[in-house]
């Protein structure tokens, strides 16, 4: 018995020397992985590349052909084989997922390290004072974005707009402090103000208010809504500096 045809694939795709198109790399390693014949067809100028577009009425590359049928770029060869593309604007959880998830294993090896054990108190209390530093760092990647989303619902900042500039280094003192242990007074006293304020502003913006809003709680340019995870990230904090109170 013979065995199956495999499936012919052609990609054209640029490939300058300045430039290789990242998309058509990608084509090429997804249609190996299913199992296709790729016959590779780089585009090695722009004039080459131009002449490819106006010839197939495209505006872009990389274009992929199966079996001489035309399917388009890299996304319209995903949706092709049934993958789900996150939509434009799209609010997702993911990017908070990421950064918990990840200063939760640096809290565990932190004390793995020091302590002999992933699973300590002092774990937890680790991977609070990393998320807010991670958290931090987010937001001081673009302060003036932050700001703007983060004064559509902060109560404070509403009424004192510097406030919305001053947060992210607040929760990022907060946060080196309590890593360090050192002055356990001043991290205590950020830690709570700016949590309490922001847990109740959320509060009233999402549970009471009822508002759709974008949370500011991972940087400006999130597509994160406002809700349980901003909450969250403000009751840990209140939670850290009532924990550092009561040792």
């Avoid at 080196?176 to 007074?185: K, R, T």
Wanted: aromatic share 10%; proline share 5%; glycine share 8%.
């Amino acid at each position: 018995m013979n065995a199956p045809q495999r499936r012919t694939a052609t990609v054209y795709r640029m490939v300058l020397p300045d430039h290789v198109c990242p998309y058509g790399r990608k084509a090429l390693h997804l249609l190996a992985r299913k199992g296709f014949a790729v016959e590779d067809r780089p585009l090695l100028t722009r004039a080459e590349t131009n002449a490819f577009k106006a010839e197939h009425d495209v505006g872009t590359t990389p274009q992929i052909f199966v079996d001489g049928q035309r399917i388009g770029g890299y996304d319209d060869l995903r949706r092709w084989f049934g993958q789900r593309l996150p939509e434009p604007g799209a609010t997702s959880y993911r990017p908070v997922i990421a950064i918990f998830v990840m200063t939760a294993l640096m809290a565990m090896a932190a004390s793995l390290a020091t302590l002999g054990s992933a699973f300590t108190p002092r774990a937890a209390f680790w991977f609070i004072a990393f998320s807010m530093c991670v958290l931090a760092i987010l937001k001081l990647q673009d302060v003036e974005r932050f700001s703007t989303m983060f004064l559509n619902y902060d109560l404070l900042a509403r009424r004192w707009v510097p406030y919305a500039s001053i947060y992210p280094f607040a929760e990022a003192l907060a946060g080196v402090l309590m890593i360090a242990g050192v002055l356990p007074g001043l991290a205590v006293a950020v830690a709570l103000v700016i949590g309490s304020i922001g847990a109740v502003s959320v509060f009233k913006a999402v549970y009471i208010d009822r508002r759709q809003l974008k949370c500011a709680c991972v940087g400006g340019s999130s597509n994160v809504p406002l809700g349980l995870v901003s909450l969250i990230e403000n009751v840990m904090m209140v939670g850290m500096a009532l924990w550092m109170l009561a040792m």
